[in-house]
């Protein structure tokens, strides 16, 4: 089974950025998206990418991150990045890494999570 620590979250004021980290152990992970939670909110995918790192895709919505957010991975640390620019006050939450099927979307479709890191944005 394999294992799942995030980090990198902090409080940061609009327009700043930070760069989340998940790490994985146990045993190499393929497959891998970030979620985010925010305070009284359903968890929501953020972006996905795949288990050579040559997909990536992103949440489309009218709040999408797409153009400030890019998910990269180092196969050789066995790592996944979760680059956020011009971050804004709604993009505060919970940043949650999961293990699961390609094109993963949902919560309900992933296999592991880690256990979250803190996201903060000030306006």
């Known amino acids: 089974q394999v294992q799942l620590v995030e980090s990198g979250g902090g409080l940061v004021q609009a327009g700043g950025s930070l760069r989340l980290s998940c790490a994985a152990s146990g045993r190499t992970f393929s497959r891998c998206a970030w979620f985010r939670q925010a305070p009284g909110k359903e968890r929501e995918f953020v972006a996905g990418?795949?288990?050579?790192?040559?997909?990536?895709?992103?949440?489309d919505y009218a709040d999408s991150v797409k153009g400030r957010f890019a998910i990269s991975r180092d196969n050789a640390k066995n790592t996944v990045y979760l680059q956020m620019n011009n971050l804004k006050p709604e993009d505060t939450g919970v940043y949650y890494c999961?293990?699961?099927?390609?094109?993963?979307?949902?919560?309900?479709?992933?296999?592991?999570w880690g256990q979250g890191t803190q996201v903060t944005v000030s306006s």
């Open positions: 990418v795949s288990g050579f790192g040559t997909s990536t895709y992103y949440r």
């Open positions: 999961a293990a699961g099927p390609a094109g993963m979307k949902t919560p309900g479709a992933a296999s592991v």
